[in-house]
């Protein structure tokens, strides 16, 4: 393939960086965990003589930057030649006063003809005339690869490009063996697809017919990649060309896909699944390039497009993380794992997850060293002039000032020439950069779909063209690379590979991959060793517990927290002592310290995730003085660490991003914490299509924690409810009893003491198995003394308790049945009027409903009560809202299970809104109160 210049010359010494490089030390020999250094990078600056000639020379310094900026506007990159093409006045000379074009000019400074090395080496730039400079910047800037990188506002990048482009020599030629290789990659592609065609009609396969040059592309990404001693590709893409990558350069047995297409399932016989569509599959091959292994993990995604580049994105940093802790001590963010991103034209431009996406890859805690995106740019159903307001689908890129490289796809060649340039910048500078690769589809959305409805002009050309590669075949056999005979040959060999796939069917059985090294240890949670192991016990000596606590409040000599926070210290400091009222943030930081001595790695993840939303948490300090950042927990153990990563004001993205960390290390406790319940909203394509699914789409577990402040506190409709009858909505929980465990996808939870936080905690790491939690986090709880728990709680042999208990004092008259804080405010109640005979229970975990726990209570509860007293079931929330629509059906298998005869729940609450709170407090409280009131009432 192309080789791209080596500019060894452009590295700076790098200073040597600890074995902990993604790590930024803040305070002496303490350090903020995840803090990529940012890689340094210089080239030289113009010297006396060049600035001068710039001067002197203005006008053709105008000229040359206007070819550089305006040069894509006049490329050859459309390969239907459809774009709206006008004349580009800045690509003309005389312009800027510049009208002999046999003039000679001294061009040092403003064209770059020699590499640094060669001026290093005291060969300067030499006289050109005009017509030569003109000539010269037009075979650079108003080809078949276009290129965009003025719009950077670093200096040293926008030398970096000119100096790359307009140095170098003419690009080498491929070698036979290279160019085969593209061929066969189309020509498999090609092949693959009209076999599809042939055999299923019906089937929408998304071909990539008219594209297929995206498989060169990736090709000689994973090739560079390679060379570059990338070990990993984290690799994510929508529909279009899925099938054709998958059976051919990733290796995925065409056998396994026909099975798939045939209507069978992927998942073998035994594994309670349902699989997926086949647009979905994914691959995790090992490939070879010059001898060296890659690993290329292709991820499962949604039918929400682009849903899953932030997921890739956090997969790519975790996979990151645990190489660089075991590498050299020069191993780097980038060096070892890279993240390729393709996209389709119309779903880069419209889906607001890209702009999340590129928001989040250089900032420090999420920068996983630089993606490679590739557009596919096929063009939309709807014209680009209704689909999007820039001139370019990549535009979007722009936000973050990433250089483009405009490629026709029609010229395979060039793709590759693309692609090594592309990623040469990503090397050097790791920094996401786009592949606009220009292509069109044969057909339309779908091979069902007929485009010429909306397109006639289009389609008629396209119709009337020959396939791009039939183009390069052609273009191959005319310069003797290849011969007819062989090119038929290699097509009859390829389909008849095809057809003894298709026949392997009859016999195929489906097969699950192996995990990977990290999960496997881990068991399948619908196994008998999965059921088993859904609840330890998840108790923490108390020694270790107040050493955790202690040392989570505790600083460096002479660094000054804020004198409001020494009240937060001494507080927690006396609870520890004394062993009472511990309270959320305390129950937290023990949590966490506990799973940093066991082993575990913790990363919290959210806007202002550091200090907490209500500042109660406060597990990164900032010295008042210098501003630096102390985490106090990151003391306790050499090897594994506390991430606590504020994010941008984003929550699909980074919801997805924490998501895609959970997917590659298990023993990573990755927790998001939305600002407030609300904020869920934001990510609800995350929620939907992979954490309440992935598991029976895809095999794939994750032990992400959500967690969603929720509670209706008077201020109104916004932030007040997390939605969890969303939540509960998208488990798979059955409605009948059930004795015993069950496998359900989603753990639901509404925790009201501080131990119940700690232990869920706890459990997530402590299971044989991982499996997604939702926690309806409080608020006005946070520090309230009512919720606070004994350390005993946390001590030995304790752990998370699904039903709490309050028995009724006196002779039993009513059972109350509830979840979440608005337990405190009924006892309050009760204990104002002095009610007797009223039992309270608490559904701490809501999913899986626990039908033997609750039974279990409410038998301890009713005894031998005679007849059975009033049952209420008791929330904040509107009826149509929180938990009630998930709880009624339930509790009345479990009425039948318990053989309780005539009883009816009494719902107790808001009626039906359409908000989830009320906008004026005078409302709330008149609500609260009416509600309230009946919880006492006889």
């Known amino acids: 393939m192309f080789r791209v210049q080596k500019h060894t010359h452009l590295r700076v010494a790098l200073k040597k960086l600890s074995a902990k490089t993604v790590t930024r030390t ?28 710039r001067a002197e020379n203005a006008p053709l310094l105008r000229f040359v930057d206007s070819v550089r900026m305006h040069g894509h506007r006049a490329a050859s990159i459309d390969p239907l030649d459809l774009m709206e093409r006008e004349e580009v006045a800045a690509l003309d000379p005389t312009r800027y006063g510049l009208t002999d074009r046999d003039k000679l000019y001294d061009i040092n400074g403003i064209v770059w003809l020699n590499s640094v090395e060669e001026r290093t080496a005291g060969k300067v730039e030499t006289l050109l005339s005009l017509s030569e400079i003109d000539q010269h910047l037009r075979s650079v800037y108003v080809g078949r690869i276009a290129f965009e990188y003025m719009h950077s506002p670093i200096k040293n990048e926008r030398l970096w490009w000119s100096h790359l482009l307009e140095s170098a020599k003419e690009p080498q030629l491929l070698s036979h063996d290279e160019k085969s290789r593209i061929w066969n990659l189309m020509m498999h592609s090609e092949v693959f697809d009209r076999f599809l065609q042939a055999k299923f009609p019906n089937l929408k396969r998304y071909g990539l017919e008219g594209a297929e040059s995206m498989l060169p592309t990736l090709d000689s990404l994973f090739q560079a990649a390679s060379r570059a001693g990338v070990e990993n590709i984290v690799l994510c893409m929508p529909h279009r060309g899925r099938l054709s990558l998958l059976t051919d350069l990733l290796q995925y047995p065409p056998t396994a896909l026909f099975y798939k297409i045939r209507g069978n399932s992927e998942i073998p016989q035994g594994i309670d699944a349902t699989g997926d569509v086949i647009s979905h599959i994914a691959a995790s091959p090992t490939l070879s390039y010059d001898g060296k292994d890659i690993h290329v993990s292709l991820l499962h995604n949604p039918s929400h497009l682009e849903a899953v580049n932030p997921i890739a994105l956090g997969k790519t940093r975790a996979k990151q993380l645990s190489l660089v802790k075991d590498a050299d001590p020069d191993c780097k963010l980038g060096d070892k794992v890279i993240c390729i991103q393709l996209h389709g034209d119309a779903a880069f431009t419209g889906q607001g997850v890209l702009m999340e996406g590129f928001g989040m890859s250089n900032l420090p805690h999420y920068t996983s060293g630089g993606s490679v995106h590739v557009v596919v740019n096929i063009g939309y159903t709807t014209p680009a002039s209704s689909a999007r307001s820039s001139l370019y689908c990549s535009d979007i890129g722009k936000m973050i000032n990433a250089p483009v490289l405009h490629v026709n796809g029609d010229h395979p060649e060039d793709v590759v020439r693309a692609v090594q340039i592309a990623f040469s910048y990503r090397n050097f500078f790791r920094k996401d950069v786009i592949i606009d690769l220009i292509t069109y589809r044969r057909w339309g959305h779908n091979e069902l779909d007929e485009p010429s409805f909306t397109q006639p002009k289009m389609y008629h050309k396209i119709r009337s063209r020959k396939s791009v590669t039939q183009l390069y075949e052609d273009r191959l056999i005319s310069e003797g690379a290849l011969s007819e005979q062989d090119a038929a040959s290699g097509r009859a060999m390829y389909r008849k590979h095809l057809d003894d796939q298709l026949k392997a069917t009859d016999t195929f059985s489906p097969t699950v991959e192996k995990p990977s090294t990290r999960w496997a240890s881990y068991t399948w949670p619908g196994s008998k060793e999965g059921l088993s192991g859904k609840n330890p016990e998840t108790g923490v000596q108390l020694e270790t517990l107040r050493s955790v606590g202690l040392a989570s409040v505790q600083v460096p000599p002479g660094f000054e927290i804020h004198p409001r926070l020494q009240r937060h210290v001494q507080s927690r400091i006396n609870s520890l002592e004394t062993g009472a009222q ?30 907490g ?88 577990q994750s032990g992400l924690v959500i967690l969603l402040p929720h509670g209706l506190d008077g201020a109104g409709p916004e932030h007040s409810s997390a939605r969890i009858e969303r939540m ?113 229970v608490r559904l701490e975990e809501i999913s899986p409903f626990p039908f033997s726990s609750l039974k279990e209570s409410l038998e301890s509860v009713v005894r031998h009560a005679d007849p059975l007293p009033e049952i209420l079931w008791v929330q904040e929330e509107a009826r149509n809202q929180g938990a009630y629509s998930y709880v009624a059906p339930r509790l009345t298998s479990l009425w039948d299970a318990l053989n309780w005869k005539d009883i009816n729940l009494c719902y107790v609450g808001r009626l039906e809104s359409e908000v989830p709170a009320v906008g004026a407090a005078v409302l709330h409280e008149r609500d609260k109160r009416q509600f309230l009131d009946l919880v006492t009432t006889k």
């Open 728 to 840: 509960l909505q998208l488990t798979n929980d059955p409605y009948e009893y059930h004795e015993g465990i069950r496998d359900v996808n989603l753990h639901v939870t509404n925790p009201t003491t501080p131990a119940q936080y700690f232990h869920l905690l706890r459990r997530q790491m402590l299971r044989n198995h991982r499996k997604p939690l939702v926690v309806a986090s409080p608020k006005g709880l946070l520090r309230s003394p009512v919720s606070a728990s004994s350390i005993d709680e946390f001590g030995p042999g304790s752990k998370f308790k699904p039903v709490l208990v309050r028995p009724a004092p006196g002779q039993l008259q009513k059972i109350i049945l509830l979840s979440g804080k608005v337990y405190y405010d009924v006892m309050k109640e009760i204990e104002q009027r002095g009610s007797q005979g009223i039992a309270v």
């Open 582 to 611: 511990i309270d959320w943030g305390t129950a937290e930081a023990m949590a966490w310290g506990s799973l940093l001595l066991d082993g575990y790695d913790v990363r919290i993840s959210g806007q202002d995730v550091g200090r």
């Open 26 to 53: 803040y305070y002496e020999n303490t350090t903020v965990f995840g803090h990529r250094v940012a890689r340094p990078y210089i080239l030289p600056d113009y010297t006396p003589e060049q600035l001068k000639n």
């Open 613 to 700: 939303t209500f500042s109660h948490r406060h597990a990164m300090l900032v010295n008042q003085r210098t501003e630096e950042v102390f985490v106090p927990l990151n003391v306790l153990s050499p090897d594994h660490k506390l991430e606590l990563a504020n994010s941008s004001l984003s929550e699909m993205a980074i919801l997805g991003f924490e998501y895609g960390m959970s997917w590659e290390n298990p023993d990573l406790l990755t927790i998001w914490e939305a600002q407030f319940g609300d904020f869920l909203n934001g990510s609800q394509v995350i929620i939907d299509t992979f954490v309440s699914s992935a598991q029976t789409k895809w095999l794939r």
